[in-house]
């Protein structure tokens, strides 16, 4: 019985540490030199730090750089008040929001739904009401297109306000779903 465990640790030692890698060809290079590298040379340092700070698997820029363009684009949806259905009216928002979410800037991010709240009603209120916001937004674009798998949620209630005058225009503008985008 000793040897048969012995056998099997064995052979899980000796297929676990598998064949040696082979060294990778270059070319038929006899003459014992490495190939010519076809690609231009940097030559000033201005060069060289635009491209320490370009992401590798986008042309557009960094990813801090393609954040901050999309979230210029990117709207708010707006909410009634004490409601988190969303009004007819927002429906263009929505669908030009999710465009962006799936065109080529923003594809490989993360989407942040954020609902907010006025000052209105309780704390455990707000974070509740903004929870179900942020819910609504988010099946919202998901049936425009965006990947479920790409939004995460997050409620603020009410604390962080737009905009803190005391009137309608002002509670109006923090009862919203804001989208932060997160690489």
């Known amino acids: 019985m ?8 064995t052979l899980f030692v000796v297929l676990g540490s598998g064949c040696a890698e082979k060294a990778p060809e270059l070319a038929n290079n ?22 320490n700070n370009m992401d590798e698997n ?15 684009e990117v709207e708010p949806i707006y909410f ?7 009004s007819p009216s927002e429906h263009e928002k929505v ?8 065109g ?6 993360s989407i942040r739904v954020e609902g907010n709240c006025d000052e209105w009603g309780t704390d455990e209120y707000n974070y509740a009401l903004g929870l179900k916001r942020a819910k609504s937004a988010k099946d919202a674009l998901s049936v425009a297109g965006v990947n479920e798998g790409r939004m995460a949620l997050i409620s603020y209630g009410e604390s962080k306000p737009v905009c803190s005058e ?13 989208f932060t985008l997160l690489p």
Not at 95 to 101: E, G, K, L, M, N
Request: glycine fraction near 2%.
């Open 30 to 51: 006899t003459s014992g030199q490495l190939p010519q590298n076809n690609t231009p040379e940097i030559t000033n340092d201005s060069q060289i730090s635009n491209m």
């Open 58 to 72: 986008v042309k557009y820029g960094s990813t801090d750089e393609r954040i901050a363009a999309i979230a210029q």
């Open 95 to 102: 669908d030009s929001d999710a465009a962006i979410f799936n």
């Open 104 to 109: 080529d800037l923003a594809q490989d991010l």
């Open 166 to 178: 005391h009137n309608d225009a002002c509670w109006q503008q923090n009862r919203r779903a804001d």
């Open 80 to 86: 009634a008040t004490d409601s988190y259905t969303i």
């Open 2 to 9: 000793k040897y048969i465990y012995i056998l099997v640790i």
